[in-house]
T-cell receptor
Framework: DAKTTQPPSMDCAEGRAANLPCNHSTISGNEYVYWYRQIHSQGPQYIIHGLKNNETNEMASLIITEDRKSSTLILPHATLRDTAVYYCIVRENRDDKIIFGKGTRLHILP | DAGVIQSPRHEVTEMGQEVTLRCKPISGHDYLFWYRQTMMRGLELLIYFNNNVPIDDSGMPEDRFSAKMPNASFSTLKIQPSEPRDSAVYFC???????????????FGPGTRLTVL
């Protein structure tokens, strides 16, 4: 898997949009960007993934730059329940494995 | 669907004892993964199975660790003998095969917190 770089921690005020960046400058053409999150004392949870187009679902939006070397996960209206570690992962869809890095610890402030 | 089920949720044992962790994947899922999470090393993949067959066990730390999947609805991770450095949270995850989004999504269980004294 291509290496990803994320800030170790971020703060965001409740009700505001949380924008979590991820750098993946060595990503190859057939690798997707995935985001998972892990709330304290729980297993990781899938959020969203994309290849090159921006994606949106009920949980978040994923913005991928045109050169695909970086992406941003957006939680549009953060709540206290969004406090978690967010993992950005790059992998080919033919890969069975997910390799987790250190992620970004997001604190939502009341 | 009940999701991935793991048991026990907490296990405290003494060094040298055998420990067996259990996992029931989501029905219909063909892939099963075992992970270990510690503060120092983060989330590490230990082994994974496809259709009950071990595919990659390169993450298993040493011979004290073994994993089996006797059927599609059950897997075990065994540590014998256990050591204090095995203390961690162990997660089981499953994913389906076939096309579509779900194929590339892993569903995690709640984990087993293991403490070896």
């Amino acid at each position: 898997d291509a290496k990803t770089t994320q800030p170790p921690s971020m703060d965001c005020a409740e009700g505001r949009a949380a924008n979590l960046p991820c750098n993946h400058s060595t990503i190859s053409g057939n690798e997707y960007v995935y985001w998972y999150r892990q709330i304290h004392s729980q297993g990781p949870q899938y959020i969203i993934h994309g290849l090159k187009n921006n994606e949106t679902n009920e949980m978040a939006s994923l913005i991928i730059t045109e050169d695909r070397k970086s992406s941003t996960l957006i939680l549009p209206h953060a709540t206290l329940r969004d406090t978690a570690v967010y993992y950005c992962i790059v992998r080919e869809n033919r890969d069975d494995k997910i390799i987790f890095g250190k992620g970004t610890r997001l604190h939502i402030l009341p | 669907d009940a999701g991935v089920i793991q048991s026990p949720r907490h296990e405290v044992t003494e060094m040298g004892q055998e420990v067996t962790l259990r996992c029931k994947p989501i029905s219909g899922h063909d892939y099963l993964f075992w992970y270990r999470q510690t503060m120092m090393r983060g989330l590490e993949l230990l082994i994974y199975f496809n259709n009950n067959v071990p595919i990659d066990d390169s993450g298993m730390p040493e011979d004290r660790f073994s994993a089996k999947m006797p059927n599609a609805s059950f897997s075990t991770l065994k540590i014998q003998p256990s050591e204090p450095r095995d203390s961690a949270v162990y997660f089981c995850a499953s994913s389906p095969s076939g096309g579509g989004l779900a194929r590339y999504t892993q569903y995690f269980g709640p984990g087993t917190r293991l403490t070896v004294l």
